[in-house]
């Protein structure tokens, strides 16, 4: 088995707010379990989704315990994992009730011939599992639905998305993010996370990426298949990811960061947001924690 220094990236969510000190902290100790666990001989994909648990239980970020509510008052939350060798990958979508969505989307991957659940069967599937529950519920909220159509124009990027990529001992890439979606989003909206190629993307012929940003402006561009595909023509994760955010801002007036991998070590964390909570850690001196690196 060919031995390859391991390497984890973490993000907190992209956005126009800068990151509070708790939520740094957090994103360092996320990243010292996620390497910790590399160093040990562990898989990216088990990296990748015990890192993520850290900042979902943590409720500092808008995922797990901490996502944000619907319009309705409910939350629901989206999540996704891919692994770059065989190019396994689950997700879940419109999850509610439980503290981990990521450990959901792992388990649709290992444990169903599927890729995507979504919804009350979703949620059915985790309590199968007997996965964790929310310890607080939510109590819908009584609004037309008329009212919530208005508001929901003028949904917005909430900040606070979690993700991470990760490259393993055996040189294999993996990704996840996990998150409770926009600002005043419609009961039932659903945005790039759980949806392969444009949150996450793995594989090894090229990388990992995990996004964060407005989703309705990810899916439209599959931004995270898009990087892997440019990473393709050999070009360095930092060309290639400002040119793809680039192409965002200026085709449709998105608004996203990334964390990209390559099974060869190279790495970028961008945005074209003022700040992005993120960090990454390959076991030498501290992690490196910051909300803006450009
Ligand atoms: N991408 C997430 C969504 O659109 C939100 C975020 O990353 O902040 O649901």
Redo the contacts with the bound molecule.
């Keep these: 088995m060919k031995s390859v220094r391991p390497i984890i990236l973490v993000h907190g969510?992209?956005?126009p707010r800068a990151m509070t000190s708790p939520q740094g902290d957090c994103l360092r100790a996320a990243l010292q379990v996620g390497y910790h666990l590399l160093d040990r001989g562990s898989s990216a994909l088990v990296a990748v989704e015990q890192t993520i648990r850290v900042l979902e239980r943590s409720g500092l970020f808008?995922a797990g315990t901490g996502a944000h509510l619907q319009l309705d008052g409910v939350r629901r939350m989206?999540a996704s994992i891919m692994e770059g060798e065989r190019l396994r990958a689950g997700a879940v979508a419109s999850i509610e009730g439980i503290v981990h969505p990521i450990t959901a989307a792992s388990r649709v991957m290992e444990e169903t011939d599927h890729v995507l659940l979504v919804g009350p069967m979703a949620t059915k599937f985790a309590r199968h599992f007997k996965m964790e529950r929310h310890r607080i519920g939510t109590r819908p909220r009584r609004i037309s639905y008329g009212a919530m159509l208005r508001q929901g124009r003028s949904a917005r990027?909430?900040?606070?998305?979690v993700g991470a990529v990760a490259l393993d001992q055996a040189g294999i890439v993996a990704a996840g993010a996990s998150?409770g979606?926009?600002d005043r989003m419609l009961p039932g909206r659903v945005?790039?996370?759980p949806i392969i190629g444009c949150?996450v993307y793995a594989e090894n012929e090229t990388g990992a990426v995990s996004?964060?940003?407005?989703?309705?402006g990810?899916m439209r561009l599959a931004i995270a298949k898009e990087i892997c595909d440019r990473l393709r023509q050999g070009k360095s994760p930092a060309q290639v990811a400002r040119v793809v955010l680039q192409r965002l801002v200026t085709r449709i007036q998105g608004t996203a960061g990334a964390l990209v991998i390559t099974p060869q070590r190279r790495f970028t964390i961008a945005h074209v947001t003022p700040n992005m909570a993120a960090g990454w850690w390959d076991g030498k001196g501290e992690p490196t924690v910051k909300d803006r690196f450009r």
Aim: net charge negative; proline share 0%.
């Design positions: 969510g992209a956005g808008n989206d990027d909430r900040h606070g998305t998150t979606g926009i945005g790039d996370t949150g996004m964060t940003g407005l989703g309705e990810i």
